[in-house]
């Protein structure tokens, strides 16, 4: 008997060792493979910034991944310049032009830069105690390097946000130890442009639950993107009424159908509806000392507003869970205080 148990029980741990290791490489960024190096022809390697030359028959690690952004993803800052003549060789892949050393711009590993789908986006990048925001212009290569169109210099690491001088600056880094940092940085999301409000026709804007109506002349943001989804996402729930005749307008963008308010729906701000990708899902939403969950069935608009189609409401906030009275209800808030609370949520 006691044989017995023990071969299961060492059986029993083999096998979660197993999934243990499993899971760990499932969530980590391995090698895809090494090139070798080869000295550079002279003068073809621009040594400015500390910049690292290959070497012959040294082997580089290359990268197609880098680890898993979060809201604070560990990253080393490196020093690059994306000037004519610097050491970041030709113009930047994002828009095919060079960028001053007083603008804040980085590069980011492959896997962070992800195919160009970050170009021209802010990140907000933190490190000596200090945080700033810089715009993704170039792409650091992590799989490729050694060659004429890499200034012979090897590949990227899988987790380098190559910035320029100006973020050194920012982070007030003294220039003597510019080069090398440990940092986090997360995704930024910054207005994309404003419109202008104009006051709604007499009767078109429906008030219920405190919504407001557009103001004319009043600049109002539109935003094309949410702050990062964490386990614990930070937002403002607001109220809305998702039935026919409430002020939540026409019918569910997901389903084409109305709500009851008995019913725990909310809408997600642009960013996190994220094209529908949500749709019919529900989420955990925590505020007041509870959690509930609640089912996504619209967008809420943070794009456009002040028109008929948005029931001339201004765009929402890129930060917004809009939640029917079931859900206001669910976290035990007092009716007299329902309309704006800050609650994290997460994907249920």
């Not at 880094?173 to 419109?195: A, E, F, H, M, Q």
């Not at 000392?289 to 890129?318: F, I, K, L, W």
């Amino acid at each position: 008997m006691n044989s017995f148990s023990s071969k299961c029980l060492g059986s029993l741990l083999f096998a979660l060792l197993a999934m243990s290791c499993m899971e760990v490489q499932g969530q980590s960024c391995r090698p895809s493979g090494r090139i070798r190096g080869k000295n550079p022809p002279p003068g073809q390697c621009n040594t400015g910034d500390d910049s690292d030359c290959c070497k012959n028959g040294q082997m580089y690690p290359i990268y197609k991944c880098s680890p898993p952004v979060s809201g604070h993803t560990r990253a080393h800052l490196t020093l690059n310049s994306f000037a004519k003549g610097g050491d970041g060789g030709g113009p930047s892949e994002c828009d095919n032009h060079y960028h001053s050393d007083d603008t804040p711009v980085v590069a980011l590993s492959t896997g962070w830069f992800d195919n160009m789908s970050r170009c021209h986006r802010n990140i907000k990048i933190y490190g000596n105690g200090r945080s700033t925001q810089a715009m993704v212009v170039d792409e650091c290569d992590s799989t490729m390097g050694c060659d004429e169109e890499h200034d012979y210099q090897p590949p990227c690491d899988n987790d380098i946000v190559d910035a320029s001088r100006a973020v050194w600056e920012a982070l007030g880094v003294s220039k003597d130890n510019w080069g090398w940092l440990d940092i986090t940085w997360s995704d930024s999301c910054r207005p994309s442009g404003r419109i202008r409000g104009k006051n709604p026709p007499p009767g078109q804007c429906n008030t219920g639950d405190d919504s407001d109506c557009c103001k004319n002349g009043q600049m109002y943001p539109i935003y094309k993107c949410s702050p990062p989804v964490l386990g614990h996402t930070r937002a403002h729930l607001t109220l809305n009424s998702f039935a026919k005749g409430g002020d939540g307008g026409g019918p569910s963008e997901c389903d084409n159908h109305y709500h009851s308010d008995d019913t725990p729906v909310v809408a997600l701000s642009t960013g996190w509806f994220d094209n529908m990708s949500r749709c019919l899902r529900n989420i955990t939403i925590y505020g007041n000392g509870r959690s509930a969950q609640a089912m996504v069935v619209d967008e809420c608009d943070s794009t456009m507003g002040c028109d008929e189609e948005h029931d001339y409401q201004p765009p929402c906030d890129n930060d917004i869970v809009d939640a029917s009275r079931a859900v206001w209800e669910a976290l035990g808030v007092p009716k007299d205080n329902w309309g704006w609370l800050d609650i994290t949520w997460s994907d249920a």
